[in-house]
């Protein structure tokens, strides 16, 4: 069997660093993760931007290109900006001409974007064109811009967040699908094979979780996702959906979790990347999920 390209999401590889903190940067040096990354077997890494601006105020973009390149990580993707839809630029600006930076000099894949935490929006009509500029933005950057939906915030959820990508009508505008969160916002996955056209979805992401979440929301998705096979989301489901809906692409793992960030770096993107390889094997290896 060949392996399914399989990417280390940011959180996956950041040790103990908490979203949503004041300084999300990782306690691991950029190159640690990425010989880490490399070391246990993934295909390439996301890094977030609090990361990305420690890149590149020390060693520079250009070198942890070079060594992404030489450790065989092909595939890059950035985070995440957010506030984009707001007129007063001041809160966003500046995350997001980073961003557009480590995507030109990275060659990253795209650009993670995401919206204000809450109820979801009734009226898509006020982030029609704001997304449509960022689309823009990363299309002259070389790169494409990625929604994810979170169902505790104004997109929140898959179904919707395809609505808002079919009235931006951008080639680089489309959605990262994360399994948590359609599982969290109870789409299920007939509604979302019907919903998301194969040609919006710009990223796959995958891990487990218990059946009812623990707190809020953010709190279960921030503190007890598990490994993959851990819980009980229907994780080969969805990749055997993604399959058949003609899903060629990587595919993400974003463990995130109290426990993971405890985890030694080694470890905790060993087991990362071991339990998503055996819910391939679960799902059959369709050979149209593989590289």
Known sequence: MVAPRLIAT???SAGDALPGAADERSPFEPLERVRAIAETG????GFAH???AYVRDTIGFQELKSASDELGLGHIEIELASDWWLEDRSTWEATWQLLLEA????DAAHIKVGTAFGSPVENLDFLVAPMRDLAEQAEQ????VALEPLPF???GSMPQGAQLIERVNHP???????YWHVFRAGTTLEQLSAAVPLEAIFGVELSDAAAEPVGTLFEDTRDRRTLIGEGDQDVVGFITMLTALGYTGPWGVEILSSEHRARPLGEALQLAHETALATFHDAGAVSSALA
């Open 153 to 155: 915030s104004m997109i």
């Open 42 to 45: 993934w295909s390439g890494y």
């Open 10 to 12: 940011c959180w996956t």
């Open 103 to 106: 995507a030109t000099q990275l």
């Open 141 to 144: 950057a070389g790169t494409r």
């Open 50 to 52: 609090h990361d990305l």
């Open 172 to 178: 680089a505008a489309g959605l990262i699908v994360d």
